[in-house]
């Protein structure tokens, strides 16, 4: 089915996304037969030509580039590049100035920053890029075994995106096309948490996916209540995927959890494989960094920077992503020599849990730097099955009368 879909369904039904597929995916297969040399450097042309691109075209980088005496030929992908950090202020406050002059805006797609920034911002992307970055997603969903057209039900909570929610051509698309099914948003309590299991025994999703706390307190409210379905993968993004959680959602669902790493800025762009030793970042996509900030109990912590190679638009380059990681000591067992992530111990979040422990997902807590004083997870604080409630006047007639 996965081919049908890629090959001919997508591009029909949806070309604004998924135009050209077929030869997207093939260019990313390729990339992955080919021995490690050759992949790096592929990444570094990639590298080079998309900072040729921006010295060009985009006055901002020119500045800071002229200023660093620095030239995009002299950027190699085992050196950190000479130049300062693209921050989330700087896309407030350069706007335009970041912004590609070779794109007319027909070319141009808006978007904005995902809700974990407290203060969201927009930014622009050439159509090309968000093709390729569907694409590439793609592939990543391969690793966890993940085809287009599989039956999947996706569990986001009170963030999900409104403009899809409440558009009916994005209903039609998600649920009868790429056969996902997105429950309404909105507070995570018993009542949202029935409906879904109701739903989840139903459809039966091959796969699960959603943002690790509320994939959390789904599976804990179906311990609680009996599993007669379980998925063939389940894939955690959006949020920080904790041990507790992932301890949690393998022993209810008997399969380790996917771990994905992506943002609406720079889009997907790790994913753990089949031996789940880590995040890998995929390079065909992107360019990282791995930035020494300090230590936590799992050793040293890293300030995550990304340089997006996708986006020609408005190009990310040495992006502070705000997230902080940790490195593993070896390399996956599954042979891949991309750059390996043990996990994201940076702006954790858990969401808040009300008194009547209710779920509301996306509220921040920042301790990057040890990770143990993290809050407790909200599968914790999930409350019992509804009780008859107590007659006090009956109990008080009772032992009048006896």
Request: charged share 25%; net charge positive.
């Amino acid at each position: 089915m996965g081919i049908l879909y890629t090959h001919l369904i997508l591009p029909l039904v949806e070309p604004e996304r998924h135009a050209g597929l077929p030869g997207r995916l093939r260019q990313i297969k390729k990339f992955d037969r080919l021995p490690e040399r050759q992949q790096r450097k592929i990444q570094q042309d990639r590298l080079r030509k998309l900072l040729e691109h921006a010295y060009t075209t985009v006055p901002f980088y020119r500045r800071q580039f002229d200023a660093a005496g620095f030239h995009p030929r002299e950027a190699r992908v085992d050196h950190p590049l000479p130049l300062p950090v693209l921050t989330r202020s700087d896309l407030r406050t350069a706007a335009t100035w970041l912004v590609s002059s070779a794109f007319p805006a027909e070319k141009l797609r808006v978007a904005l920053s995902g809700a974990t920034d407290r203060m969201p911002v927009r930014f622009h992307r050439d159509i090309e890029g968000v093709r390729d970055k569907v694409a590439l997603k793609m592939k990543l969903d391969e690793w966890a075994g993940f085809q287009a057209g599989d039956s999947a039900m996706m569990l986001w909570g009170a963030t999900s995106d409104p403009a899809r929610e409440f558009n009916w051509r994005w209903r039609v698309y998600e649920g009868v096309f790429m056969r996902q099914t997105p429950p309404p948003p909105g507070v995570v309590g018993i009542d949202v948490l029935e409906k879904w299991r109701w739903r989840y025994e139903k459809q039966r999703p091959r796969i699960l996916c959603g943002r690790a706390t509320v994939l959390a307190v789904f599976a804990a409210y179906l311990r609680e209540r009996g599993v007669t379905h379980r998925p063939q993968a389940v894939i955690s993004t959006a949020e920080v995927l904790s041990v507790p959680h992932r301890r949690l959602l393998s022993s209810v669902f008997k399969t380790a959890p996917f771990n994905y790493y992506g943002r609406r800025d720079v889009g997907m762009i790790a994913a753990e494989c089949s031996e789940h030793e880590g995040l890998h970042f995929h390079p065909w996509g992107s360019f990282v960094e791995f930035d020494p900030i300090g230590q936590s109990p799992d050793g040293p912590v890293y300030r995550l920077l990304v340089t997006d190679l996708l986006n020609y638009g408005q190009p990310f380059i040495r992006f502070d992503t705000g997230d902080c990681v940790t490195l593993t000591e070896q390399s996956c067992s599954c042979g891949r020599w991309f750059p390996l992530a043990g996990k994201i111990v940076g702006r954790i979040e858990d969401g808040a849990v009300f008194a009547n422990g209710n779920l509301v997902p996306d509220i921040t807590f920042i301790d990057p730097l040890n990770p143990s004083k993290a809050p407790l997870h909200p599968v914790l604080a999930l409350p019992e099955k509804r009780k008859r409630p107590v007659n006090r006047n009956r109990q008080n007639k009772r032992a009048m009368s006896a």
